[in-house]
């Protein structure tokens, strides 16, 4: 292709066409230029789920595909499986909590359901709960808090994963039920926790605190609870030696 055809194609904002112009069969004029066109916005579908999934910072590759439903984890009488992988939740800007042992699953269904969401073209952020609790107080600290939380002004799915693994500072505790406040009815939420609500005082120091986080989060929430052992830890045990 011609460098002034290219230059066009820049100027019209064409990412593709360039460099798939000649693939694309010739049947008719019009033919030609619907299947290109066609195959520009097909392009760049898959080029913005690729950017969604790498804004989302998931720590692995783990999907729904792959992942193992069992009659271990019990869904509330308001839905189901397939409620949950439709993805409703996030149009209806509901949570959905996630509870049970470490190594049951949790963080597999919540990136999973994360991963889909971006293929379906929401934006989503992955933190685990020490990580993000540590960048609100280091945005505090350098007088950047304000402009920390306008980054999740488009972001329409958060997952929380391990709220429960570690105790947080009162100033941390404090500073994640701001942003969670801001963030009802706003946006909805996946988080994982190892800890029943009622233990959540653990890891709050304030249990007034504590009675407000999970108020609005358990509002218009899906709480799946997963009974049993670690999945890890049996695989692990299950492998030949």
Request: hydrophobic share 40%; glycine share 4%.
């Amino acid at each position: 292709m011609s460098d002034p055809i290219k230059n066009m194609c820049k100027s019209l904002r064409l990412a593709y066409v360039a460099e798939i112009y000649e693939s694309v069969p010739f049947e008719s004029p019009s033919q030609f230029l619907e299947a290109l066109f066609q195959e520009e916005f097909l392009m760049r579908e898959r080029a913005k789920v690729q950017r969604l999934i790498k804004n989302a910072k998931f720590l692995d590759q783990k999907n729904l595909s792959n992942y193992e439903w069992n009659e271990k984890i019990r869904f509330p009488s308001h839905t189901n499986k397939e409620d949950l992988v439709s993805l409703q939740f996030i149009m209806k800007r509901q949570n959905v909590v996630l509870i049970g042992a470490p190594g049951t699953g949790k963080t597999h269904l919540a990136s999973g359901l994360g991963r889909k969401a971006c293929e379906q073209g929401y934006e989503v952020r992955f933190y685990r709960v020490s990580q993000l609790i540590e960048l609100l107080e280091h945005a505090l600290t350098n007088n950047k808090l304000a402009a920390f939380r306008k980054k999740f002004e488009k972001v329409e799915l958060i997952i929380l994963d391990e709220m429960g693994y570690l105790p947080f500072s009162k100033e941390g505790s404090e500073l994640l039920f701001q942003l969670i406040a801001e963030w009802y009815e706003q946006k909805s939420l996946i988080i994982t926790s190892n800890l029943e609500f009622s233990q959540w005082n653990r890891i709050f120091i304030d249990s007034r605190l504590t009675a407000a986080l999970v108020d609005p989060l358990i509002h218009h929430a899906h709480v799946l609870t997963f009974s049993g052992g670690s999945y890890r830890l049996s695989n692990a045990l299950s492998k030949p030696k």
